[in-house]
């Protein structure tokens, strides 16, 4: 019995949750609706998460399929198969990218109908989404008689829909942009050794290996894995002066080709933090307001789940935040003095404590004990419905 509850429980609660997404959005357009099915929103219930789930299960099989493909002997067993499973992932994409066209104009940036959708169509994540279902349709409209194998390999870009469902993408590319002026520093020095590598290899392995070395555009290649430390041995200079010189730019290569890669960690790093930072800050600013709702702790657990942080963190932090209030209060009496300023802040403090309770996942059953005339008085039932 106990393991047959380990798997109900799961499907009860995605079945609870459907339910409450259906009644608390039945008064909503169709439109907000399908905005919030597929985007983490504080009216999603979670719902968004179950087509999210679909979609990388389309992906990761797509991407599959097409990587049996290419073997000759998986290919001519499975080959129906392989082709049901596709004409199945890209109508799964297909309806996915015409309903996110339809409910962009949720987001503030694209809320004109006709100029948003335009505007949504060229973004970076619509157009990974059309690119992934481009060739299948590619492949029907145009003639046969042409060769359309290349496309095959383009149906590998199914594998970018991807980044949608996970905020490391963002952080790395707000870690490129705080340090782009480094990496293009980096990027000179990186070009310079290969051009001054390939000149130098050209000058002292042409005579006798004018095959290999047969120009310095030609000798660049070298350059590049001689530089990288990569070394597929193809390409060997056979002079003296042709080896000295490989080792010591192999020494230099070591340290010039690893500068991007420390620096994009470090970068990475320290974008995370501030991220992290940042929202800690926006849970403290939202908590010592007077406006913190059901709906602003739903935002920040969103927030959370982008940075990959437990949504206990919360919690933490209004601890946190609560422990700084009481050493701040402590710090500013002085010994044998009631302030009137101590009395404050543990009214709000005991303020801040039921709404916390108000806002709580367990808020309906302790409602349920307020509510109840024989346990509660007027002035307590009247104070909880001020908190909600």
Same mark, same amino acid.
């Given at each position: 019995?106990?393991?047959?509850?380990?798997?109900?429980?799961?499907?009860?609660?995605?079945?609870?949750?459907?339910?409450?997404?259906?009644?608390?959005?039945?008064?909503?357009?169709?439109?907000?609706?399908?905005?919030?099915?597929?985007?983490?929103?504080?009216?999603?219930?979670?719902?968004?998460?179950?087509?999210?789930?679909?979609?990388?299960?389309?992906?990761?099989?797509?991407?599959?399929?097409?990587?049996?493909?290419?073997v000759q002997e998986v290919n001519s067993v499975w080959s129906t198969e392989f082709k049901t499973l596709?004409?199945?992932?890209?109508?799964?994409?297909?309806?996915?990218?015409?309903?996110?066209?339809?409910?962009?104009?949720?987001?503030?940036?694209?809320?004109?109908?006709?100029?948003?959708?335009?505007?949504?169509?060229?973004?970076?994540?619509?157009?990974?989404?059309?690119?992934?279902?481009?060739?299948?349709? %590619?492949?029907? !409209?145009?003639?046969?008689?042409?060769?359309?194998? @290349?496309?095959?390999?383009? &149906? $590998?870009? *199914?594998?970018?829909?991807?980044?949608?469902?996970?905020?490391?993408?963002?952080?790395?590319?707000?870690?490129?942009?705080?340090?782009?002026?480094?990496?293009?520093?980096?990027?000179?020095?990186?070009?310079?050794?290969?051009?001054?590598?390939?000149?130098?290899?050209?000058?002292?392995?042409?005579?006798?290996?004018?095959?290999?070395?047969?120009?310095?555009?030609?000798?660049?290649?070298?350059?590049?894995?001689?530089?990288?430390?990569?070394?597929?041995?193809?390409?060997?200079?056979?002079?003296?002066?042709?080896?000295?010189?490989?080792?010591?730019?192999?020494?230099?290569?070591?340290? %010039?080709?690893? !500068?991007?890669?420390?620096?994009?960690?470090?970068? @990475?790093?320290?974008?995370? &933090? $501030?991220? *992290?930072?940042?929202?800690?800050?926006?849970?403290?600013?939202?908590?010592?307001?007077?406006?913190?709702?059901?709906?602003?702790?739903?935002?920040?657990?969103?927030?959370?789940?982008?940075?990959?942080?437990?949504?206990?963190?919360?919690?933490?932090?209004?601890?946190?935040?609560?422990?700084?209030?009481?050493?701040?209060?402590?710090?500013?009496?002085?010994?044998?003095?009631?302030?009137?300023?101590?009395?404050?802040?543990?009214?709000?403090?005991?303020?801040?404590?039921?709404?916390?309770?108000?806002?709580?996942?367990?808020?309906?059953?302790?409602?349920?004990?307020?509510?109840?005339?024989?346990?509660?008085?007027?002035?307590?039932?009247?104070?909880?419905?001020?908190?909600?």
């Amino acid at each position: 019995m106990v393991n047959i509850a380990k798997f109900i429980q799961p499907l009860l609660n995605v079945l609870n949750n459907i339910g409450k997404f259906v009644s608390k959005n039945k008064n909503k357009s169709l439109r907000q609706n399908i905005f919030a099915l597929l985007n983490p929103t504080p009216h999603s219930y979670e719902v968004n998460k179950y087509i999210d789930y679909v979609v990388i299960l389309a992906v990761l099989t797509s991407v599959i399929c097409i990587i049996l493909e290419t073997v000759q002997e998986v290919n001519s067993v499975w080959s129906t198969e392989f082709k049901t499973l596709d004409i199945l992932t890209v109508t799964i994409f297909s309806i996915e990218y015409v309903l996110r066209v339809y409910s962009c104009c949720e987001i503030q940036s694209y809320s004109k109908p006709i100029r948003g959708r335009m505007l949504y169509i060229f973004s970076p994540s619509a157009l990974i989404d059309l690119l992934a279902i481009s060739p299948f349709y %590619i492949s029907l !409209i145009v003639n046969k008689s042409i060769d359309l194998r @290349f496309l095959r390999i383009f &149906r $590998l870009t *199914r594998l970018l829909k991807l980044t949608r469902y996970t905020g490391t993408l963002n952080t790395l590319l707000k870690a490129v942009q705080r340090e782009k002026y480094v990496l293009m520093a980096a990027a000179f020095m990186m070009i310079l050794m290969i051009i001054l590598t390939a000149s130098l290899g050209y000058m002292f392995e042409h005579d006798t290996q004018p095959d290999k070395f047969e120009s310095i555009p030609a000798s660049m290649y070298w350059a590049v894995i001689t530089l990288a430390s990569v070394g597929y041995g193809d390409i060997t200079p056979i002079t003296p002066l042709g080896r000295l010189m490989t080792v010591i730019v192999s020494f230099v290569g070591i340290g %010039i080709f690893a !500068i991007p890669a420390g620096l994009m960690a470090s970068s @990475f790093t320290d974008q995370l &933090r $501030l991220d *992290r930072k940042t929202f800690e800050d926006d849970v403290r600013k939202l908590v010592t307001s007077d406006k913190f709702t059901a709906e602003d702790r739903e935002n920040l657990e969103l927030e959370a789940e982008r940075l990959h942080l437990p949504k206990d963190v919360i919690q933490e932090i209004i601890n946190r935040i609560d422990l700084d209030k009481e050493e701040h209060i402590s710090d500013g009496i002085s010994i044998g003095e009631v302030s009137i300023e101590l009395t404050l802040e543990e009214y709000r403090k005991e303020v801040n404590i039921l709404r916390r309770l108000a806002l709580s996942e367990h808020a309906h059953l302790l409602e349920e004990q307020i509510n109840n005339p024989s346990k509660t008085t007027q002035l307590e039932r009247d104070i909880w419905k001020t908190l909600q």
